[in-house]
T-cell receptor, first 117, second 111 residues
Framework: KAGVTQTPRYLIKTRGQQVTLSCSPI?????VSWYQQTPGQGLQFLFE???????NKGNFPGRFSGRQFSNSRSEMNVSTLELGDSALYLC????????????????FGPGTRLTVL | GNSVTQMEGPVTLSEEAFLTINCTYT??????LFWYVQYPGEGLQLLLK?????DKGSNKGFEATYRKETTSFHLEKGSVQVSDSAVYFC??????????FGKGTRLHILP
């Protein structure tokens, strides 16, 4: 199976702009999670989508939003970019459904490195 | 709330040395525990996991045992290689199925 893919791999934006990142999960996986990784804060959970519904949300401002499509692909949007949004954004997919079983192992993509100038 | 604490890095060892990276957790219930590894310029890869007390996860010579009595999941390897140089993350899944990561431990292996 192909792994999790993320596009673009690198992105440079300026303050105030908005950005959309894309994630394609492993085929058959319906859960997609997003994380922000920075040297200071480490890995922080942004949100998780399962079957087009947001199932969990981390402690990030409303400028961070996401969605999931019927084919399980997910996008993450950040509006009004700030310098502090510079980070590696990681997407992970799993086939875990607490009710239906499966595995709670998450498989990560290579990330999108966002630089805000 | 649930949390994961792992030893601060960087950890620097010589090739063939014994490795231990400590990880302790705070959680309600019985979370699954994981070690992920991140090689330079890459995303995270699952290294090993354990889903219940006394389970031992193992992969590529690495091992970790789920210790409920000490709330620990320490990562060990008997003989490290230069190619093991990476950042290692301890993690758990909480009752809401969110994954909570430790801060990561950077490992440098010298030839």
């Amino acid at each position: 199976k192909a792994g999790v893919t993320q596009t673009p791999r690198y992105l440079i934006k300026t303050r105030g702009q908005q950005v959309t990142l894309s994630c394609s999960p492993i085929s058959g996986h319906r859960s997609v999670s997003w994380y922000q990784q920075t040297p200071g804060q480490g890995l922080q959970f942004l949100f998780e989508y399962f079957s087009e519904t947001q199932r969990n949300k981390g402690n990030f401002p409303g400028r961070f939003s996401g969605r999931q499509f019927s084919n399980s692909r997910s996008e993450m949007n950040v509006s009004t970019l700030e310098l502090g949004d510079s980070a590696l954004y990681l997407c992970a997919s799993s086939d875990y459904n607490r009710l239906a079983g499966g595995t709670d192992t998450q498989y990560f993509g290579p990330g999108t490195r966002l630089t805000v100038l | 709330g649930n949390s994961v604490t792992q030893m601060e890095g960087p950890v620097t060892l010589s090739e063939e040395a014994f490795l231990t990276i400590n990880c302790t957790y705070t959680a309600t219930g019985y979370p699954s525990l994981f070690w992920y590894v991140q090689y330079p310029g890459e995303g995270l890869q699952l290294l090993l996991k354990a889903t219940k007390a006394d389970d031992k996860g193992s992969n590529k010579g690495f091992e970790a045992t789920y210790r409920k009595e000490t709330t620990s999941f320490h990562l060990e390897k008997g003989s490290v290689q230069v190619s093991d140089s990476a950042v290692y993350f301890c993690a758990l899944t909480d009752r809401d199925d969110k994954i909570i990561f430790g801060k990561g431990t950077r490992l440098h292996i010298l030839p």
